[in-house]
């Protein structure tokens, strides 16, 4: 079965500074997705990556797909405070372009900003 | 444009008990799909419906049972709960085989249940 690894688990970073999380595969990625979760509620989607070197970005975030679509990385630019949240990464289950869209999540990223 | 709701959104059960979690997609989306998330941890997928079976499902055992509506809402039922049942259940909803291609996987805000 694939699994996700998040890192780092936890991440505080000053208000207007740069971060990463990364989540790696132990399986190729055929469809990667990106969520935000505030503290005990629902997903917010951020971006969907599929294809191997494929970079999106959405406001301040940035999010890409390795080439050898086993790692992927969120990025975020001069960060702000409702940035703060739970960032989770979830991979498709399926082997096609389409997906069967049963996703395996990691663990998820703690985000903090301090003011 | 309601994106996708759930019900209730809280609520405590006690050991024994059963308890139905209700869930509307999307408008346009077809596929509901439920997952639970234990405290500091990701979501695990529960099971999948579409035109109104159950299409795929993870490691749960039978106390986990759904039902999807020709209006392609859904409930999912747990019976017999435990205390490890409690958790949050998220909803999502797709329009089926297209996520990939749309990137339109949308969750609820969850149902957060607890059992004594």
């Known amino acids: 079965s694939q699994e996700l690894e998040q890192s780092p688990q936890s991440l505080i970073v000053q208000e207007g500074k740069n971060l990463t999380i990364n989540c790696t595969s132990s399986?190729?990625?055929?469809?990667l997705y990106w969520y935000k979760q505030k503290y005990g509620e629902g997903l917010i989607f951020l971006m969907m990556l599929q294809k191997g070197g494929e970079e999106k970005s959405h406001e301040k975030i940035t999010a890409k797909l390795d080439e050898k679509k086993q790692q992927s990385s969120l990025h975020i630019t001069a960060s702000q405070p409702s940035h703060a949240g739970i960032y989770l990464c979830?991979?498709?289950?399926?082997?096609?372009?389409?997906?069967?869209?049963?996703?395996?999540f990691g663990t998820g990223t703690r985000l903090t900003i301090i003011p | 444009d309601a994106g996708v709701t759930q019900s209730p959104t809280h609520l405590i059960k006690t050991r024994g008990q059963q308890v139905t979690l209700r869930c509307s997609p999307k408008s346009g989306h077809d596929t509901v799909s439920w997952y639970q998330q234990a405290l500091g941890q990701g979501p695990q997928f529960i099971f999948q419906?579409?035109?109104?079976?159950?299409?795929q499902r993870g490691n749960f055992p039978d106390r986990f049972s759904g039902h999807q509506f020709p209006n392609y809402s859904s409930e999912l039922n747990v019976n017999a709960l435990l205390l490890g049942d409690s958790a949050l259940y998220l909803c999502?909803?797709?329009?089926?085989?297209?996520?990939?291609?749309?990137?339109?996987?949308?969750f609820g805000e969850g149902s957060r249940l607890t059992v004594l």
């Open positions: 979830g991979a498709d289950g399926g082997f096609g372009y389409f997906g069967n869209e049963k996703l395996t």
């Open positions: 399986k190729t990625l055929y469809g």
């Open positions: 419906y579409y035109e109104e079976e159950e299409r």
């Open positions: 999502a909803s797709s329009l089926r085989g297209l996520a990939g291609l749309t990137g339109e996987l949308f």
